[in-house]
C-alpha cells in the first residue's frame, strides 16, 4: 500500500520552457502533498505543501510564480516550473499523505530529474 | 531552512560490520524517522518512531527515539551490499504533517 508514482521520471529540456511534473497517490487519497527539491549530494529540501482543494503554502525562498502548483482532486498534484533556467535543473520528489488519518509518514515518488540546457 | 544535525556524513564499511549513525535537533518532534534513498529514486520508509524512548526494530535495522525527542538513533547488523545508499533521519511536525531532513548519511560496503 502507500504507492505514490511521479512522472516523467526524466526531462531534459532547452531554457525558457515550462515543464509539468505529475504526482499520484495509487492506492489512497492524499489530501496533503509536499514538494521537494534535492541538487546533488544534498538533503531534500521541501519547496511548498498543497492541500487537496486549497492554494499551496510555500516555504520560504520558493518564488510561487516560478513554481505552480495544483492539487485539484485527491489523487494528483502537479508541479510546474515556468520558464525554466539551467539554475533550475534539480532533481524533484513529491511526497503524499492522508492527513484525514492524523499525519502518518510521507510516502515519496521516485523523483523527476529535470535538466535545462 | 531548518535541518536536523545527522552524523557521520559517509561511512565505508566491510561487509559483515554493523553500522550505526544518528541524528539530533534543537527542536522537539513528536515523530521521527529513517529513509533509505538509492541513487535517482526518492527515499523509502525504514522506520517510524512516534513514543519518546521507543525501540523499534525492522529486520537487520534497529533505531531508538530519544528520551527528549530531539535526537535518534538507527544501527545496521550484518551489513550487506545493498545497504549501500544513503540514509535520512526526519522529523515530522504533528501540526503540519512536513518533514526536516538530516543532512543525510552515505554508506558504503565494501563485499
Known amino acids: 500500500g502507500a504507492v505514490v508514482s511521479q512522472h516523467p521520471s526524466r526531462v531534459i529540456c532547452k531554457s525558457g520552457t515550462s515543464v509539468k511534473i505529475e504526482c499520484r497517490s495509487l492506492?489512497?487519497?492524499?489530501?496533503?502533498m509536499f514538494w521537494y527539491r534535492q541538487f546533488p549530494k544534498q538533503s531534500l529540501m521541501l519547496m511548498a505543501t498543497?492541500?487537496?482543494?486549497?492554494?499551496?503554502?510555500?516555504e520560504q525562498g520558493v518564488e510561487k510564480d516560478k513554481f505552480l502548483i495544483n492539487h485539484a482532486s485527491l489523487t494528483l498534484s502537479t508541479l510546474t516550473v515556468t520558464s525554466a533556467h539551467p539554475e533550475d535543473s534539480s532533481f524533484y520528489i513529491c511526497?503524499?499523505?492522508?492527513?484525514?488519518?492524523?499525519?502518518?509518514?510521507?510516502?515519496f515518488g521516485d523523483g523527476t530529474r529535470l535538466s535545462i540546457l | 531552512g531548518q535541518q536536523l544535525n545527522q552524523s557521520p556524513q559517509s561511512m565505508f564499511i566491510q561487509e559483515g560490520e554493523d553500522v550505526s549513525m544518528n541524528c539530533t535537533s534543537s527542536?522537539?518532534?513528536?515523530?521521527w524517522l529513517w529513509y533509505k534513498q538509492d541513487p535517482g529514486e526518492g527515499p523509502v520508509l525504514l522506520i517510524a518512531l512516534y513514543k519518546a524512548g521507543e525501540l523499534t526494530s525492522n529486520g537487520r535495522l534497529t533505531a531508538q527515539f530519544g528520551i527528549t525527542r530531539k535526537d535518534s538513533f538507527l544501527n545496521i547488523s550484518a551489513s550487506i551490499p545493498s545497504d549501500v545508499g544513503i540514509y535520512f533521519c526526519?522529523?515530522?511536525?504533528?501540526?503540519?504533517?512536513?518533514?526536516?531532513f538530516g543532512q543525510g548519511t552515505t554508506l558504503q560496503v565494501k563485499p
Open positions: 526526519a522529523g515530522q511536525s504533528s501540526n503540519t504533517g512536513k518533514l526536516i
Open positions: 527542536s522537539i518532534f513528536n515523530t
Open positions: 511526497s503524499a499523505l492522508d492527513s484525514s488519518q492524523g499525519y502518518q509518514p510521507q510516502h
Open positions: 498543497s492541500n487537496e482543494g486549497s492554494k499551496a503554502t510555500y
Open positions: 492506492d489512497f487519497q492524499a489530501t496533503t
